[in-house]
């Protein structure tokens, strides 16, 4: 059975670096038959797609955050990560990782239980 | 603001069909798949492509789409069946794209 588990910070300050860590088990980040990806939810909002990366490292990312956004793999731990520069208020938020497969780029089909990450000083 | 456009709130009385709709230009080219979100969890998948379902998904939820609008139906509506229900599908430069959700409750 797939798994995803996100962790890191629950508060980051304003300006800094958001970074997550997303553990995979019961499938392999390495797999050529899917992506791996991040979607974040602020509070009481709806989801909000940050991008997907592949097992060859080439990535998608929602245009609104490209300038602040990387998402990376490590395939020593099977972990996805996600680096959030310069970060406001505005990127409070639950976020999730998920994996999305080939045969259809547009679905998430299993996702994380979500870490909620608060900007404040 | 979202690409896809969903009314925020429906309601169903227990054991009857009820329609969410999802609206958005891309929706003409693209399908969507639809999430289940109970209240802190995360959102899990119940219907994408032509009408699938993944395994586990019980046979009341079916997708469809006309025009521009996708819609996901479930009939005979169960209690825990109330939850907030988002689209999602990709825009025409292959971003991912979700609507708003919808809250729907079961009388």
């Known amino acids: 059975q797939v798994q995803l588990q996100e962790s890191g910070p629950g508060l980051v300050k304003p300006s800094e670096t958001l970074s997550l860590t997303c553990t995979v088990s019961?499938?392999?980040?390495?797999?050529?038959?899917?992506?791996w990806g991040w979607i974040r939810q602020p509070p009481g909002m709806g989801l909000e797609w940050i991008g997907y990366?592949?097992?060859?490292?080439?990535?998608n990312y929602n245009p609104s955050l490209k300038s602040r956004v990387t998402i990376s793999l490590d395939t020593s731990k099977n972990q996805i990560s996600l680096r959030l520069t310069s970060v406001t208020a505005a990127d409070t938020a639950v976020y999730y990782c998920a994996r999305v497969p080939y045969y259809d780029s547009r679905i998430f089909d299993y996702w994380g239980q979500g870490t909620l990450v608060t900007v404040s000083s | 603001s979202s690409e896809l456009t969903q009314d925020p709130a429906v309601s169903v009385a227990l054991g009857q069909t009820v329609r969410i709709t999802c609206q958005g230009d891309s929706l003409r080219n693209y399908y969507a798949s639809w999430y289940q979100q109970k209240p802190g969890q995360a959102p899990v998948l119940v219907i994408y492509?032509?009408?699938n379902r993944p395994s586990g998904i019980p046979d009341r939820f079916s997708g469809s789409r006309s025009g521009n609008t996708v819609s996901l139906t479930i009939t005979g509506a169960q209690a825990e069946d109330e939850a907030v229900y988002h689209c999602?599908?990709?825009?025409?430069?292959?971003?991912?794209?979700f609507g708003g959700g919808t809250k729907l409750t079961v009388l």
């Open positions: 999602g599908s990709r825009d025409i430069s292959n971003n991912r794209v």
């Open positions: 492509g032509n009408n």
């Open positions: 990366i592949s097992h060859s490292g080439s990535s």
């Open positions: 019961g499938d392999s980040v390495s797999s050529t038959t899917y992506y």
